[in-house]
C-alpha cells in the first residue's frame, strides 16, 4: 500500500487508492473530451463505516470542479472539500431516514446548470436513509440526467439501497484502511504523536473517525477503558441491570451533550420566523396559528428523533467495543495467532478467557449481535443492554 502515491484532493482516502485511479480516470475522462459526454452521472459510494465514504464523495466533487482535476489547491478545490462550493450539495441527515420532500428539493436543484463550476454536484451521505418514495422521486432525475448534474450517493453496503435506484449506478467499493495507514494518517493529518496515534489506530479497527476521536479524546479514551472493564464486573444480576442503566443513561447524556445547544437554536429560529408570520386579522391570523402550531410539533418530533438516533450511536460504540474484548477472549481460548486489540486489558481478557469456554464465547458475541439488531427496532435501549448484559454475565 502506497500512500505517497495520492496528492492533491486525494491525499486523504488513505488505503484506496483503486478507487482513487477509478474516479481520477473519471475526471480525466471528462478534461479530454471537454464535455460531460463522458461521465457517468450517477455514483454509488460503499465501504464500512469509518473507511471515508465521505471523504471520498467530497474530494470527487472537488476533482470534477477543479480545471486540473483535483489539484488540491484551487478555489474551486478548496471550496468543495470545504463544502461552501455553489455547485456542489452535500446532504447529511442525522434522521433516521431521508423523506420524499428532501429528496424533490434535492431533484430540483439537480436540473439546474452549475453557476460557475463544471458541474452540479449532488452528494447524499447516507443514501440509504432514502425512503421508498424517496427513492421514486429521485430514480426519474438518475434516469435522465442534465447532461452536467452528477449524483454521488453513499451508503454502507449497495444491498441498503433501493433495487431500482443500486442498479442505475456505477458502483465504487472503499477498502477498510489498514492500521499503519490511519495511524500515518492520524499523525500526518491532525499532528497526533506516533504513540497516541498508534494506539488510537489499532483499537478503532478500520474506523477512521473513530481512530481520531480517540486520539483527540481523553474522555473517550476514558469511556472505552470503562466499557472493556465491564465484563469483569457482570458478576450478578444485580450488577447487570446496574451496568446497563449507566450504559443508557451515558448515551443518553451524550446525545444530550450533542443536540441541547443545537434544540434551542433551531426552535428559536422557528419561533422568529413564525412571530414574522403574524400582525394579520380574523381567520387569516387563526389558519396561522394552527400552521405555527404543526411546524413545531414537526420540529420537536425531528429533534426528539436526532436524539434517539444519536443515544443508539452512542450505545453502538459499546458493543464495538465489547466485540472486540470477546474477539481478544477467542483468541486466547481457540490459540489462534491473531493478534489482540485489546493489549491494555489483556489480563482481564486472560481471566475471562480462562473461566468460559470458546463455545461460551461464541454465544456472547452471538448476544451482542442480537443486541445490535434490537436496538435497530423499536426495543427499548434499557431492556436490550439488560437482555444483552445477563447473556454477558459470569454467572451463566
Ligand atoms: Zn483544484
Avoid at 117 to 126: N, P, T
Avoid at 154 to 165: F, G, I, K, S
Avoid at 176 to 198: F, H, K, M, N, Y
Avoid at 363 to 376: G, P, S, T
Wanted: proline share 3%; charged share 25%; hydrophobic share 40%.
Amino acid at each position: 500500500m502506497d500512500s505517497a502515491a495520492l496528492s492533491g484532493v486525494w491525499t486523504d482516502l488513505i488505503g484506496q487508492e483503486q478507487v482513487v485511479a477509478t474516479l481520477q480516470r473519471a475526471v480525466s475522462a471528462t478534461e479530454s473530451d471537454g464535455s460531460a459526454r463522458a461521465m457517468t452521472h450517477a455514483w454509488l459510494i460503499t465501504g464500512p463505516p469509518g473507511s471515508g465514504r465521505s471523504n471520498a464523495a467530497r474530494a470527487f466533487a472537488a476533482a470534477l470542479q477543479c480545471r486540473v482535476g483535483g489539484c488540491g489547491e484551487c478555489n474551486a478545490c478548496a471550496t468543495a472539500l470545504a463544502g461552501s462550493h455553489p455547485d456542489v450539495t452535500v446532504i447529511r441527515t442525522e434522521q433516521l431516514s431521508i423523506g420524499v420532500d428532501q429528496v424533490r428539493e434535492l431533484v430540483r436543484r439537480a436540473a439546474m446548470s452549475p453557476t460557475l463550476g463544471r458541474f452540479q454536484v449532488l452528494v447524499v451521505e447516507d443514501a440509504d436513509r432514502i425512503t421508498e418514495r424517496g427513492a421514486d422521486a429521485l430514480l426519474k432525475s438518475i434516469e435522465e440526467p442534465p447532461a452536467r448534474t452528477v449524483w454521488l450517493l453513499c451508503a454502507p453496503n449497495a444491498e441498503d439501497l433501493v433495487a431500482t435506484v443500486r442498479s442505475r449506478c456505477r458502483r465504487v467499493e472503499l477498502c477498510t484502511p489498514s492500521t499503519a495507514a490511519i495511524t500515518e494518517l492520524l499523525q500526518r493529518r491532525d499532528g497526533i504523536d506516533e504513540v497516541t496515534a498508534r494506539f488510537a489506530a489499532r483499537v478503532a479497527q478500520g474506523h477512521i473517525g473513530r481512530a481520531r476521536a480517540l486520539a483527540r479524546s481523553d474522555a473517550a479514551r476514558q469511556r472505552r477503558a470503562e466499557v472493556l472493564a465491564l465484563p469483569s464486573t457482570l458478576t450478578s444480576l444485580g450488577a447487570c441491570l446496574r451496568a446497563a442503566g449507566e450504559l443508557v443513561e451515558t448515551a443518553s447524556a451524550d446525545a444530550a451533550g450533542v443536540t441541547a445547544e443545537l434544540d434551542r437554536r433551531e426552535r428559536e429560529e422557528l419561533e422568529r420566523s413564525l412571530a414574522g408570520a403574524t400582525g394579520t386579522g380574523g381567520g387569516a391570523r387563526n389558519i396561522k396559528q394552527r400552521h405555527a402550531q404543526a411546524a413545531l410539533r414537526d420540529l420537536d418530533e425531528q429533534q426528539k428523533a436526532r436524539a434517539k438516533r444519536l443515544q443508539r450511536d452512542s450505545l453502538d460504540r459499546v458493543l464495538t467495543e465489547l466485540t472486540s474484548f470477546y474477539r481478544d477472549v477467542l483468541i486466547v481460548q481457540t490459540g489462534a495467532g491473531a493478534d489482540p486489540i485489546n493489549v491494555e486489558q489483556f489480563d482481564q481478557v486472560e481471566r475471562i478467557a480462562a473461566a468460559s469456554t470458546a463455545e461460551s464465547t461464541i454465544v456472547r458475541l452471538d448476544a451482542i449481535l442480537q443486541c445490535r439488531r434490537a436496538l435497530e427496532t423499536n426495543v427499548t435501549p434499557v431492556l436490550a443492554m439488560e437482555s444483552l448484559l445477563i447473556s454477558l454475565s459470569t454467572t451463566r
